[in-house]
């Protein structure tokens, strides 16, 4: 069974850069998807950002052009670079991935992010 397990988020002031890392006691090479989520107080869970095997990744549009997400395939991480924060980025960061066959999903217990001066 696969675990995830996030680190790296803080208090930052807008226009910071923080990032978040993500170790799998699995190997990322065995999911078919890693990725992000976040969820702010009072909102629903929202994606993030995903990076697929073939090394494709995609964004939602609030965070395009500013999130960059990575992944080390021998330390079995997944990171986001996170720059130009903005308040309404604050959130839990919670790391997720997805199995290949049966797409068992796992979840990380997340890592607080606050953006605000």
């Known amino acids: 069974q696969g675990q995830l397990a996030e680190s790296g988020g803080g208090l930052v002031q807008p226009g910071d850069s923080l990032r978040l890392s993500c170790a799998s006691s699995?190997?990322?090479?065995?999911?078919?998807?890693v990725g992000w989520y976040r969820q702010a107080p009072g909102k629903q869970r929202e994606w993030v950002a995903h990076?697929?095997?073939?090394?494709?990744?995609d964004y939602t549009d609030s965070v395009k052009g500013r999130f960059t997400i990575s992944r080390d395939i021998r330390a079995s991480t997944v990171s986001l670079q996170m720059y130009s924060l903005k308040p309404e980025d604050t959130a839990v960061y919670y790391c997720?991935?997805?199995?290949?066959?049966?797409?068992?999903?796992?979840w990380g217990q997340g890592t607080q992010v606050t953006v605000s001066s």
């Open positions: 990076i697929r095997p073939n090394g494709m990744s």
């Open positions: 997720w991935a997805k199995t290949a066959g049966w797409g068992v999903e796992y």
């Open positions: 699995e190997s990322i090479s065995s999911y078919s998807g």
